[in-house]
């Protein structure tokens, strides 16, 4: 079983390349973020086409997220549980059934968090701290869980490529490290560290300043699974020749594969 995440960067600009990236790498579910679009804006026809389901939790211009999948979910939650007045479209939740048991998977698109000093860092970190709260809920399912998106946290050093330039940005500052470890510390993995525990890999580059050709990137795009998932953990995957193609998104798709098969909706 493949489950991917993929922070699109508009996915009306970036149909084919989604359609593409799907028929060559045929994932089970890709959690999308950042799709820049309405509900009814978004390509189902294209997708459908390329045989897959979508779960489509919109907004005009900004944010939105989404969960391509092989077959359709029961979907759970359309937003991050804790907040009724947060009307920003960055969590949408469901649930599979699997070979292993019953998997529950989000697609999360954290808040950037910048500039530090306005009203956008502390809205960042209630966000993680709600997702802490749901992620706890989560694990006491005993289930496999997996909760991928774009988090906007480079968790260490190692996943940014200049360590001290980044030192004050919301994406590596203290508050936002601990909030992720919190997450980590419930019991969760992140599935790439698990498995390259030292390398310098990244899932983002800026189209500024040529870093994409300087190799200065970032890695901000994660999956963190339950420990019943992370049992089944068999490859953990950046795909970083995506970010090499024509009008690519800053971001490229970040895949997990499990052992186990999604035989049916829950």
Same mark, same amino acid.
């Given at each position: 079983?493949?489950?991917?995440?993929?922070?699109?960067?508009?996915?009306?600009?970036?149909? =084919?390349?989604?359609?593409?990236?799907?028929?060559?790498? &045929?994932?089970d579910?890709l959690l999308?973020?950042?799709i820049?679009?309405q509900?009814?804006?978004?390509?189902?026809?294209?997708i459908?086409?390329?045989?897959?389901c979508?779960?489509?939790?919109?907004?005009?211009?900004?944010?939105?997220?989404?969960?391509?999948?092989?077959?359709? #979910?029961?979907?759970? $939650?359309?937003?991050? #549980? =804790?907040?009724?007045?947060?009307? &920003?479209?960055?969590y949408?939740?469901?649930?599979? &059934?699997?070979?292993?048991?019953?998997?529950?998977?989000?697609?999360i698109?954290l808040?950037?968090?910048n500039?530090?000093?306005?009203e956008?860092?502390?809205?960042?970190?209630?966000?993680?701290?709600?997702? $802490?709260?749901?992620?706890?809920?989560?694990?006491?399912?005993?289930?496999?869980?997996?909760?991928? =998106?774009?988090?906007?946290?480079?968790?260490?050093?190692?996943?940014?490529?200049?360590p001290?330039?980044?030192?004050?940005?919301?994406?590596?500052?203290?508050e936002?490290?601990?909030?992720?470890? =919190?997450?980590?510390?419930?019991?969760?993995?992140?599935?790439?560290?698990?498995?390259?525990?030292?390398?310098?890999?990244?899932?983002?580059?800026?189209?500024?300043?040529?870093?994409?050709?300087?190799?200065?990137?970032?890695?901000?795009?994660?999956?963190?699974?339950?420990? &019943?998932?992370?049992?089944?953990?068999?490859?953990c995957?950046?795909?970083?020749?995506?970010?090499?193609?024509?009008? #690519?998104?800053? $971001?490229? #798709?970040?895949?997990?594969?499990?052992?186990?098969?999604?035989?049916?909706?829950?």
């Open positions: 079983m493949k489950i991917a995440t993929w922070n699109i960067n508009s996915v009306r600009r970036r149909t =084919g390349n989604l359609t593409d990236w799907l028929k060559r790498t &045929q994932p579910v999308l973020q950042e820049k679009c509900d009814d804006q978004f390509p189902r026809l294209e459908e086409a390329a045989g897959y979508c779960t489509v939790v919109g907004q005009k211009s900004w944010n939105g997220v989404a969960m391509v999948s092989r077959t359709a #979910p029961e979907v759970v $939650h359309r937003a991050l #549980p =804790g907040d009724d007045s947060d009307v &920003q479209s960055r949408v939740e469901a649930r599979f &059934q699997t070979s292993a048991g019953a998997l529950n998977v989000a697609s698109y808040p950037n968090g500039p530090v000093g306005t956008k860092f502390p809205y960042k970190l209630g966000f993680m701290q709600r997702l $802490h709260q749901r992620a706890q809920a989560l694990l006491e399912s005993e289930e496999l869980v997996v909760l991928g =998106g774009d988090y906007n946290v480079c968790p260490t050093d190692v996943d940014v490529y200049d001290p330039a980044w030192a004050d940005d919301a994406l590596c500052r203290p936002s490290r601990q909030a992720l470890r =919190g997450i980590l510390n419930l019991g969760y993995t992140d599935a790439y560290r698990a498995l390259y525990p030292t390398t310098k890999a990244y899932s983002f580059w800026d189209y500024q300043a040529g870093a994409w050709n300087r190799n200065n990137g970032l890695r901000i795009d994660h999956l963190l699974l339950s420990p &019943q998932a992370a049992d089944k953990l068999k490859a995957t950046i795909d970083k020749a995506e970010r090499g193609r024509p009008e #690519p998104s800053d $971001h490229v #798709p970040v895949w997990v594969e499990l052992d186990a098969e999604v035989v049916a909706a829950a």
